[in-house]
């Protein structure tokens, strides 16, 4: 009897070759295939099977193959027994006269069965056992079924045998119909299963994990060690040949999918994902290491330091939720017609939130990360039914927050927030305390801040930023040395991987002139390494509010403008006094001494070994500690420096100059009135422009300038007094005395000297 079906009984896409291979072939890299053990089939049989292109898998199958994106990908195939013959896929069923052949000879035949064992009672012909590349497959009972056996080929190519034991007590080069994983044995007293591409990566991880072999030169080992790790076998086409369902049936809290380093590792894990119901990851690798790299490799080089110390992408980086969104659900429509109907899974649910206000989508694993609408269902649709999971998940009153903010102080995720449900998208440090000695880190401080008096404002701050989630503080940090390369951008380094890569920004100076500021939003730190504004005030000016105030508005690109709580502060470095414009009477920025002296180059690599040798863990200890009790208090701010007040004279424009000078003469003067207008008139004559010129200095420039002048008093504002009598105009007039209170204008007015008259001749 023979029988036709688009997929094969049982397993889905159906059985692979006998050999296989976990890697894309290459012209240098072949595929070794072996087939044996065939003599038993009738010849019947073989010989349809020759005639069709079929390739024997074992005593009961085979299949039809074809290579794609570099794998074999079954295309169809044959399952047959004493009791007939099936094709599936692309492969043709026999005609029913040559199928009661096959049915006969396979009766006639009685064949051996496949066994499975407790203890393997001899090994396989030449297999040793003890070799790194032989592996012990179990299925989920924990019963052997499948030795595999993993080889190298003379031209440089990698080769698989499976062997598997047969009820006449033969070992036979053939795979069992069902897959099995390998690493099973120990899977049920863990919670967190890690599914690898393969043995050789598993079979590390366990050997790591029982001190069996080094896992210092493992860089995740700590965040994996915890999970048991199984590999799953047969190539990426042959995903259904495995038993998923059985295998998500053990209890597993979170499931994490290590791909390959190339597409088909990633596709496996679109279509792994869908067996599990309970949260559900892929450990992505990225272009920092090399194509088709697993966990088995070694480390790439290039993501080594010359001390030995790993400087790559951190597994949270690569970590990437990855849970199934949707099941196809059968239902009636309105007119009671049954449906399949994209429904969310209950997992996928409770791992994801939608902000309204925004329309954007948040992880719970990763509540910084906001990805907008259509970017989201392009996502996650290898893993839906339908291209618009967005609004499926709008309709789901647990997922939806109105709003987005942003509260270190308080934990990630749906918070209760003034009446409403809003998303905190606050993600915390994944850097722990940990006790040792921060000499180091206090050597490079005393390098970087020589003032001993400065260095301990400069350690509080930094204190308070990476240990105080309390306090938000209101003023910033401003490095400026003419020397290049003192170690300023270090600490931008050094506080980045302690407060955690979503708490910090790190834009150029022109992201603070455009009117998009995305850089301000959810930070505890903006980093700039390079600022130079020439003294112009309107970079200072355009910070006032992100240093000062305590809520701003975020506009970001395609998004609408939205409010949240400011927690940022800046540091901002530069090579030149001329950095940043800052007023005398500046509240905003600590400006420290910074040293002129350089490193030597072996005192840097080891302070950035210190570092990625659990450094930060070290610094976080101390900043907690030293926070307790020197910690910048709420509304605090900054002291006054040297190298302050040289910036500040640094950064003053010719004519804010020429005002300053103005108002320390005519201080000295006999007591007088004159109008600010005409200061300005006079600074634009020493300065050779006109009026009207765009350099020329505004009023309320000049006004800043004569206010820091001691015994000046200025009228402006509401006080601006009428000049000229009833067709006069009000003007702003500044005194070189102090009025009396309460005193009048028609009091003072014959005091009003002109310029000309005090003695100030403009230039011609």
């Known amino acids: ?40 089939l009738p010849s019947v049989l073989l010989k349809f099977l020759r005639d069709e292109g079929a390739e024997v898998t074992n005593l009961g199958s085979a299949s039809i193959s074809r290579e794609e994106d570099g794998y074999p990908k079954p295309v169809g195939g044959y399952k047959f027994s004493a009791k007939g013959i099936s094709a599936w896929g692309m492969a043709e069923a026999p005609e029913e006269k040559l199928a009661e052949q096959i049915t006969e000879a396979l009766a006639e035949a009685n ?34 079924v499948m030795v595999h056996q993993r080889y190298e080929t003379k ?22 119909e069902v897959m099995p994983f390998w690493g099973v044995p120990g899977a049920k007293d863990k919670a967190v299963l890690y599914i690898h591409e393969g043995a050789k990566a598993a079979k590390r991880m366990q050997r790591m994990i029982a001190g069996a072999i080094p896992s210092d030169t493992f860089p995740w080992f700590e965040e994996m060690r915890y999970g048991h790790h199984i590999g799953w076998i047969g190539g990426i086409w042959a995903l259904n040949r495995s038993d998923w369902e059985g295998l998500a049936k053990m209890g597993w809290s979170t499931v994490i999918v290590v791909a390959d380093n190339d597409g088909g590792g990633v596709r496996v894990a679109a279509q792994a994902s869908r067996f599990f119901t309970c949260p559900t990851f892929m450990l992505r690798f990225g272009e920092d290491h090399p ?28 970590l990437h939720p990855y849970d199934r969104a949707t099941d196809l659900v059968r239902m009636p429509d309105r007119e009671g017609r049954m449906r399949s109907v994209p429904v969310l899974r209950k997992a996928f649910i409770e791992s994801i939130a939608v902000v309204t206000e925004t329309q954007q989508v948040f992880h719970r694993s990763h509540p910084a990360r906001a990805m907008d609408k259509k970017p989201f269902n392009d996502s996650v649709r290898p893993r839906s039914d339908t291209p618009d999971t967005y609004s499926l998940i709008t309709q789901q009153p647990q997922c939806v927050c109105e709003a987005r903010v ?12 003034g009446g409403r449900m809003v998303w905190n998208a606050y993600e915390p440090s994944p850097i722990a305390a940990t006790a040792g000695d921060p000499a180091p880190f206090f050597a490079y401080l005393e390098h970087l801040f020589p003032i001993e008096a400065e260095r301990f404002e400069v350690m509080r701050w930094i204190a308070t930023l990476i240990a105080r989630r309390d306090i938000r503080m209101h003023y910033s940090l401003l490095l400026i040395s003419k020397t290049q390369g003192v170690g300023k951008s270090t600490l931008g380094v050094i506080l980045s991987g302690l407060l955690g890569e979503s708490n910090v920004a790190f834009p150029g100076q022109n992201a603070f002139e455009s009117q998009f500021n995305s850089w301000a939003n959810g930070r505890l730190l903006v980093f700039v390494n390079e600022i ?12 006032k509010n992100f240093i000062t105030d305590d809520e701003i508005e975020i506009n970001e690109k395609h998004v609408r403008p939205y409010r949240i709580k400011n927690w940022s502060v800046i540091a901002a470095c530069s090579n030149s006094r001329k950095a940043l414009f800052l007023p005398d009477e500046d509240r905003r920025w600590l400006v420290p001494t910074v040293s002129e002296e350089l490193r030597d180059r072996a005192e840097w690599r080891d302070l950035y070994a210190w570092l990625n040798a659990g450094g930060l863990g070290i610094i976080r200890a101390w900043a907690e500690e030293f926070a307790r009790d020197h910690a910048v208090k709420k509304g605090e701010r900054p002291p006054a420096t040297a190298a302050k007040r040289a910036i500040v004279a640094e950064n003053k424009s010719e004519g ?28 634009a004559g020493k300065r050779g422009i006109d009026l009207g010129h765009a350099n020329l200095e505004k009023e309320r420039l000049i006004i800043d300038e004569l206010e820091a002048v001691e015994g000046l008093t200025i009228w402006k504002g509401d006080a601006r007094p009428k000049i000229g009598g009833r067709r006069g105009e009000k003007a702003t007039v500044v005194f070189n005395f102090v009025p009396e209170p309460g005193a009048t204008w028609g009091q003072l007015e014959d005091r009003l000297k002109t310029l000309k008259e005090l003695g100030f001749e403009p230039p011609m």
């Open 1 to 40: 009897m023979a029988s036709k079906s688009e997929t094969p009984p049982d397993r889905g896409e159906g059985p692979e070759g006998a050999a296989h291979r976990s890697q894309p072939p290459f012209a240098a890299d072949p595929i070794q295939k072996e087939t044996s053990d065939n003599g038993l």
């Open 111 to 144: 064949l051996p069965k496949p066994t499975a064992m407790l203890a393997l009672p001899d090994n396989p012909p030449g297999v040793v056992m003890s070799d790194p590349n032989t592996f012990i497959c179990h299925n989920l009972k924990g019963e052997i």
């Open 155 to 176: 031209d440089g190519g990698k080769g698989f045998i499976p062997w598997t034991r047969w009820s006449d007590g033969r070992w036979r080069k053939m795979e069992p």
């Open 291 to 318: 194509a088709r790299f697993d966990c088995g490799d070694p480390t790439p080089p290039s993501l080594v330091d010359e001390t030995g110390n790993y400087i790559g992408p951190s597994y949270a980086d690569c």
């Open 406 to 417: 942003y509260s270190p102080d308080r934990p990630p995720g749906p918070l209760t927030d």
């Open 532 to 543: 130079y504004t020439n003294g112009n005030a309107k970079v200072y000016d355009h910070l």
């Open 656 to 683: 804010r100059l020429f005002a300053r000078d103005f108002g320390e003469e005519f201080a000295d003067m006999d007591p007088s009135v004159c109008r600010v207008s005409e200061i300005r008139a006079w600074i």
